[in-house]
């Protein structure tokens, strides 16, 4: 069974940074692309950035140059780096991870992040 385990969320102030981690354990292998995504109440589930296998980035608009995405392939780790935290920053982020080169998607069970202005 695949479990994400991610860690990091909480509260901060605006300007302030957190730190994300997903850890994937269990019968995963050929992990292709890493992510995170958050979703507001009654809004759709939005990518906040991904990392491929080899180190390709990309990010949402509303968080470049504030959010660095990073991980760990002998840890099946993935980071997010979010500074200068706004309160539209505000949702529960959620790991993503696409497995078993490219046929499975597994979702973490996500972690609050709030942004108080």
């Known amino acids: 069974q695949v479990q994400l385990v991610e860690s990091g969320g909480g509260l901060v102030q605006a300007g302030g940074s957190l730190s994300l981690s997903c850890a994937a354990s269990g019968s995963i292998f050929g992990i292709t692309r890493m992510g995170w995504y958050r979703q507001v109440p009654g809004k759709q589930r939005d990518l906040v950035a991904h990392i491929t296998a080899g180190g390709a980035t990309n990010y949402a608009d509303s968080v470049k140059g504030r959010c660095t995405i990073s991980r760990d392939n002998a840890k099946k780790t993935v980071y997010l780096q979010m500074n200068n935290l706004k309160p539209d920053d505000t949702a529960i982020y959620y790991c993503?991870?696409?497995?078993?080169?490219?046929?499975?998607?597994?979702w973490g069970q996500g972690t609050q992040v709030t942004v108080s202005s």
């Open positions: 993503n991870v696409i497995g078993h080169w490219g046929h499975i998607d597994y």
